[in-house]
């Protein structure tokens, strides 16, 4: 799987839209971006999902650039409960292939 | 939705005993299921594949001996710590994904099972 870099943490004030990026430079034609984030003490929760089209579901939003070389996950209105870490990760799509976690994102969000 | 579940979610138990950890994706069949262990403030880390009908696959420096993986049926993948020690002691979790899933099915994941041995 393609390495991906994310900054360690993040802040973002509640009911702002909270912007997260990834870089995957060494992305192939067909690695899919996939969005993971886990809360304190649970199992991560998928997010949203793009192969180079931007993707919009009622959680969040993903943009990836025209390169496809970065992403923004974006939470449009981000509230207490999104406080968590933040997994970007990207792998070919259809295989049983295991997925490794980075270190993520910690997003604070602030009341 | 997809729904994977983990049970127990916590167990205590003392050093030296097994411990028997079960996944089960609920409203889907799954061929493939992953364990992961994860410490404090630490990143997932990919213990073995497990696949359905045969051995599981471990990931570098994982004792196969120590976890037994068994996945007998399409829905139930289990972990089983055998011999636990105090330094087994992580929070385990699971994940899962569709059969034949479509363009770029997700995994998806347990809550996780908390192992504190004693």
């Known amino acids: 799987d393609a390495k991906t870099t994310q900054p360690p943490s993040m802040d973002c004030a509640e009911g702002r839209a909270a912007n997260l990026p990834c870089n995957h430079s060494?992305?192939?034609?067909?690695?899919?971006v996939y969005w993971y984030r886990q809360i304190h003490s649970q199992g991560p929760q998928y997010i949203i999902h793009g192969l180079k089209n931007n993707e919009t579901n009622e959680m969040a939003s993903l943009i990836i650039t025209e390169d496809r070389k970065s992403s923004t996950l974006i939470l449009p209105h981000a509230t207490l409960r999104d406080t968590a870490v933040y997994y970007c990760i990207v792998r070919v799509a259809n295989r049983d292939d295991k997925i490794i976690f980075g270190k993520g994102t910690r997003l604070h969000i602030l009341p | 939705g997809a729904v994977v579940s983990q049970h127990p979610s916590w167990v205590i138990c003392k050093s030296g005993t097994s411990v028997k950890i079960e996944c089960r994706s609920l409203?889907?069949?799954?061929?493939?299921m992953f364990w992961y262990r994860q410490f404090p403030k630490q990143s997932l880390m990919l213990m073995a594949t497990s696949n359905e009908g045969s051995k599981a696959t471990y990931e570098q420096g994982v004792e196969k001996d120590k976890f037994l993986i068994n996945h007998a049926s399409l829905t139930l993948s289990t972990l089983t710590v055998t011999s636990a020690h105090p330094e087994d002691s992580s929070f385990y979790i699971c994940s899962a994904r569709y059969k034949g899933g479509g363009r770029g099915k997700p995994q998806h994941f347990g809550d996780g099972t908390r192992l504190s041995i004693l």
């Open positions: 409203d889907f069949q799954a061929t493939t």
């Open positions: 060494t992305i192939s034609g067909n690695e899919y």
